[in-house]
């Protein structure tokens, strides 16, 4: 456990002593290159993983091209979550989008990390809670506004995440093409 995910699950459980090196045998903190891949689909979906520098998202592939569906900077949480508490061949693909740190939890380990340390299952509710609320925002905006708004509303709202993200990957993560994002951007006005 990185002293930057002991933070993290501090903010989230403030009442709580949280035993930092009686947890650290569970985690596996690890450095990968922009564009490693950590998960194929149709692979065997074993890790979550934490963020604590660069950026990781994830996607599939769809007639031939990719579809990003999340991002994940530091700080969040990633995973294929409908394979990885089924056990079945992972839907969706995870992929370094810069240099990162990141730090992984089996899932062997996430299991018996809730068992000898209960609390934990707190913090990863939060972590679920707020994942969840995020997907469902997404899927609201997307049916309500237009492109436009939803490009405006993204940079407004995020504005340095907008920035580390790769116009072709923030192009399909949008579900347009590469040149509408073009337009979008070139008629965004700050």
Same mark, same amino acid.
Not at 73 to 98: H, R, S
Not at 150 to 173: C, E, G, L, N, W
């Given at each position: 456990m990185?002293?930057?995910l002991h +933070? +993290? ?7 709580? *002593?949280?035993?930092? #090196? ?12 922009k ?5 194929h #689909? ?9 963020v604590?520098?660069g ?5 599939y ?17 990633? *995973? ?38 209960p ?9 679920h ?9 997404k ?10 708004d939803?490009?405006? +509303? ?16 923030f ?8 040149? *509408? ?10």
């Amino acid at each position: 456990m990185t002293e930057q995910l002991h +933070h +993290h699950v501090q903010q989230l459980l403030p009442g709580f *002593t949280i035993p930092q #090196e009686q947890m650290k045998a569970f985690f596996q903190t690890i450095n990968v290159k922009k564009d490693a891949i950590l998960l194929h #689909e149709k692979e065997a979906c074993n890790n979550i993983y934490f963020v604590n520098s660069g950026c990781l998202y994830l996607f599939y592939h769809h007639n031939d091209q990719k579809q990003v569906v999340h991002f994940a900077l530091e700080n969040w949480w990633l *995973t294929d979550y409908k394979t990885f508490c089924d056990g079945q061949p992972a839907v969706y693909a995870i992929a370094a989008m810069e240099d990162s740190e990141i730090t992984c939890l089996t899932r062997a380990n996430y299991e018996a990390l809730l068992l000898q340390f209960p609390f934990m299952a707190l913090y990863f509710n939060k972590i679920h809670e707020r994942a969840y609320g995020a997907a469902l925002f997404k899927q609201k905006t997307y049916a309500t506004i237009s492109k436009e708004d939803f490009y405006h +509303h993204f940079r407004k709202t995020y504005p340095t995440v907008i920035q580390r993200i790769p116009d072709p990957i923030f192009a399909s993560y949008m579900g347009v093409s590469p040149e *509408t994002l073009q337009i979008l951007q070139d008629t965004y006005i700050s």
